[in-house]
């Protein structure tokens, strides 16, 4: 996989999951009192951690849009 796709998949993701936190259904999911209290704040999380991993490919996919990025050598 190229790093651009993995940067759209990454964003592809990133949208969905916005859609869904602001989705009145959500929204009222989890302001019910019967439901785990960090309920909101795991998907804030994983919109918070996606945009880290955008941030980190970016640089990567302006640099090489043309080109594979080869994996680092250990």
Known sequence: MKTIEML???????VKIQA???????IALANRQDVDPEMKTHLGDVL???GEAMGC??????????????????
Request: aromatic share 18%.
């Open 20 to 26: 869904i936190a602001q989705d009145p259904a959500w």
């Open 57 to 74: 490919l970016e640089p990567f996919v302006e640099l090489k849009a043309d080109q594979e990025v080869q994996p680092f050598a250990s």
């Open 8 to 14: 759209e998949q990454f964003n592809e993701c990133y």
């Open 48 to 50: 918070h951690y996606l």
